[in-house]
Structures are given as structure tokens and as C-alpha cells.
């Protein structure tokens, strides 16, 4: 009896010891989980102009699938591929292609979209076995301040820095910093993660990692009052979209085993985990700041113009996309954030209102001489049907554009959902719409 006394006093000293071992191992779980960067790719989408010269936008996408599975199903921002959805619903001649390397690209294809989500399903021909499918999770409310990695292709790091590649996996750019809260967006009800992980453009559509390697979120955007704050949406609306298109997908369940695969099927495998070691992981890490400029390319930099935070504030390279949300009763309105204008507010009725230089034929007339602005510029409509601002280039000379820096279409009507905004000819003549 006491020698059996003595081996259980042995069996638990040794079972105390493997867990204090997994224990003190944790930073291997917290640690960014490079697989990932399989999974990540450089997207490239482009439209002709009105001249019908190519302009290319880049942006970032994650495969999905079945865990085990060569991937065919690609996640980005519909900011992303927005002028080459309008391209082939208007102009005809859009692109749309992945790179997987320097010199080896394959052509995608639009699966489907959702403009006030902000997200989009692209699609190889076939499966491809030089990624891997992502797998995703849910986060909430208990992984406040939880370190997280922003995984994309900024072009700012290939202009300042001339790579002697710059798409392959082991280009993309990783940072780091932590989820600041939880919110829906007013107007569109998309769910969004706030986070300090340091985002500019080229990053828009790749995914936002938690410590287990899963992906919590697509980064969407930065803030322009905060150049610490940035959004990505959740992947709950991600998933949403995935269901309602019989999408296989792979999650990652909680306590460090994969994977269910399932998309509008909704089949759910249950895994028995026999040994779990909780980990926490609230390390925080500062975030770099800013968005730099473009060159060279445009980049698809940041999502949906969202206030967040109220009608005032904006987000960084805000694609203004068009889209199905509706917002809700209200006075529309175009608010100037134009430092000549100090905040001015003009309502919209039942005529479009013109934007210009012009005092005779404008109600939101800039000064003579304003940079970028023409005497007739632009001009805005509300859809009251439609609830949606319809924004129409008047042929300008320095254009009209969405603020991640996509030009406008001359003569060409864009449909913009609130909180959208544009600016004129520079980014000093934004102006906001909304609904109050």
C-alpha cells in the first residue's frame, strides 16, 4: 500500500511537472505563428480610366477552406476590388489576378460581395497547392487587450525599401499590437475590431491573427484623427457571407485544436480535447503609426468610410464603396471638413447639389484659387428609394475621388452609402456624407 501511495505521489508530481513545463512554454503559443504567411497573398485588381489607360489598385487576401484541402476561395475587402467590379459592370476591361510570387501570377475571379460589410469572395480556376486555407474564430469581449498580428503587403514598404522580391509568402509584412474593443458601425451594423496593429495601404484584406494563428478579422482601416487606431471587421460578417453562399470554410475551436470544416452546411465536427493548458496573452505591443503616400501603384488603403466614433470622424483611405446598406430616417447631409469651410453643413433635398468653384451654379462653393478644384466639379444626389449618395465626376480637371485615393469615373454615377466621404483633386478638400 505504501509503495502504491508512493508511485500516485510520483505519477502526480510528474503530471504537476508536465504542466508546469507546457506552463512555462506558453510564449511558443503566444509567438506569431509563421504558417500563417502560407496562407496570405498579394492581390492585384485594375481598371481603365477614361481614356482607357490601366490603373492598378493592390490590396492583400487569405485563402479559406477545408482544413487539408488545396484552397481555391480567397477573403479580401471589396474596397479592394471595387473599381474592378465597377470596371466589368460599366467599362469592361477590368483585371483581377493574385500573385503568389514575382513572376508567377493566376487570374481570380469575383465570387461574391458585400459594399457595406466591406468584404469580398474572389476564386482561383482550380485549387491551388502553393497556399494553404486560413482557418478563423470568433474573438469577444474576454480577449480585450489580447496580442494580435496584422499579416499584408503594405506598398509603403516596398517603395521605401527595394526588395529583391516583394510577393512571395515570406514578403508580407506582420505587426503587432492588441484589440482595443468591440463595436458595430451605425449605418451599415457590420462588426468591427478596434486595434492599435499598425496598418497603411496595401494591408487592406489581409488577416488580422490572434495568438493561436487563427484569423478574428479582415483589416479594413485606420483612423484619420488617430494614427494609432485601426479596424478590421470580424469575422462573424465574414462568415455570415460565407454561409449564405455554401462557402467551405475551416475555424479554429478554442483550446488549440483544429478544425471543423464547414461553410453553408452547417455541419459542426466535435473534437474532445483530453489535455488543455490555458494560456493568457495580454501582452501589449506599441503600434507604428501613419498611412504613408502611394507611388509607383495606387494602393486599395483602407475600408468603408465608417464614424465609428460619430458623424465627425472618418477613417484613413475610407473607400466610400457602394453598397446594400441602408441607413436609417434622417436629413441627408455633405459636411466639408475643408479648413476654408470650418465644418460647413449643406443639406440635401430633391435636386443634386453641385460642388465647385462656380457661386453661381454651386451651393458648396470653395474659394477661387482652392488647389485641385475646378469651377464645376462634382455633384452629389441622395436616393431617398435607395437611401444612398450618388456622387457623379463633372468631367473635372484634377478628378473627384474616394479617399483610399481611387479616381472617380468622369460622367460616371457612384453609388455611396453614409458615412461615405471624397474628396476634390487633394485630400484637404474631403467632405463627408451622412445622414443625421
Known amino acids: 500500500m505504501k509503495r502504491l501511495c508512493k508511485i500516485a505521489r510520483s505519477v502526480k508530481a510528474a503530471a504537476l511537472a508536465l504542466v508546469l513545463t ?11 505563428d509563421s504558417s500563417v504567411l502560407d496562407g496570405v497573398v498579394l492581390i492585384y485588381s485594375g481598371a481603365p480610366d477614361s481614356s482607357g489607360k490601366m490603373e492598378y489598385w493592390r490590396g492583400t487576401g487569405f485563402f479559406i477552406g ?37 513572376n508567377d501570377q493566376e ?4 465570387v461574391v460581395y458585400d459594399y457595406a460589410k466591406d468584404v469580398a469572395v474572389l476564386k482561383l480556376s482550380e485549387p491551388t497547392e502553393k497556399r494553404k486555407a486560413l482557418l478563423m474564430a470568433d474573438a469577444g469581449e474576454e480577449d480585450l487587450g489580447s496580442e494580435i498580428y496584422a499579416v499584408g503587403y503594405p506598398l509603403a514598404a516596398d517603395v521605401t525599401i527595394q526588395a529583391v522580391t516583394s510577393a512571395g509568402t515570406s514578403d508580407a509584412t506582420v505587426t503587432t499590437g492588441s484589440i482595443g ?7 451599415t451594423g457590420r462588426k468591427l475590431i478596434q486595434t492599435d496593429v499598425a496598418l497603411s495601404g496595401g494591408n487592406s484584406g489581409g ?12 483589416s479594413t482601416a485606420g483612423s484619420k484623427l488617430d494614427q494609432n487606431l485601426f479596424y478590421a471587421v470580424s469575422t462573424s460578417d465574414v462568415r455570415f457571407l460565407l454561409d449564405q453562399n455554401n462557402i467551405p470554410y475551416g475555424v479554429y475551436e478554442e483550446g488549440g485544436m483544429p478544425v471543423a470544416a464547414i461553410g453553408g452546411i452547417g455541419a459542426a465536427v466535435v473534437i474532445v480535447v483530453i489535455l488543455a493548458v490555458v494560456v493568457s496573452r495580454k501582452k501589449k505591443a506599441p503600434a507604428a503609426s501613419g498611412r504613408p503616400g ?5 494602393e486599395a488603403a483602407g475600408g468603408q468610410a465608417a464614424s465609428a466614433d460619430g458623424g465627425a470622424s472618418g477613417m484613413a483611405g475610407a473607400s466610400g464603396s457602394a453598397g446594400s446598406g441602408a441607413a436609417g430616417k434622417g436629413t441627408p447631409l455633405m459636411r466639408s471638413m475643408a479648413p476654408q469651410h470650418g465644418g460647413m453643413v449643406v443639406q440635401l433635398h430633391h435636386q443634386p447639389v453641385q ?12 474659394q477661387d484659387g482652392t488647389p485641385g478644384v475646378s469651377a464645376r466639379h462634382c455633384q452629389v444626389y441622395f436616393d431617398e428609394q435607395e437611401k444612398m449618395f450618388i456622387v457623379t465626376d463633372l468631367n473635372s480637371t484634377y478628378g473627384t475621388f474616394l479617399v483610399n485615393g481611387q479616381r472617380i469615373a468622369p460622367n460616371t454615377p457612384v453609388k455611396l452609402p453614409a458615412h461615405s466621404s471624397i474628396y476634390l483633386g487633394e485630400p484637404d478638400n474631403t467632405i463627408y456624407l451622412e445622414i443625421e
Do not use: W
Open 22 to 32: 507546457l506552463a512555462f512554454a506558453v510564449p511558443a503559443f503566444a509567438a506569431f
Open 66 to 102: 477545408e482544413e487539408g484541402k488545396n484552397p481555391e476561395y480567397i477573403i479580401t475587402n471589396c474596397h479592394v476590388v471595387e473599381e474592378y467590379i465597377l470596371a466589368g459592370e460599366a467599362l469592361g476591361g477590368g483585371q483581377l489576378y493574385v500573385m503568389f510570387d514575382a
Open 107 to 110: 487570374e481570380a475571379y469575383l
Open 181 to 187: 474593443r468591440f463595436l458595430t458601425e451605425s449605418g
Open 207 to 218: 488577416p488580422l491573427i490572434n495568438g493561436d494563428g487563427a484569423v478574428i478579422g479582415v
Open 294 to 298: 502611394a507611388a509607383n501603384a495606387r
Open 355 to 366: 460642388i465647385g468653384r462656380d457661386p453661381a451654379t454651386c451651393r458648396l462653393v470653395y
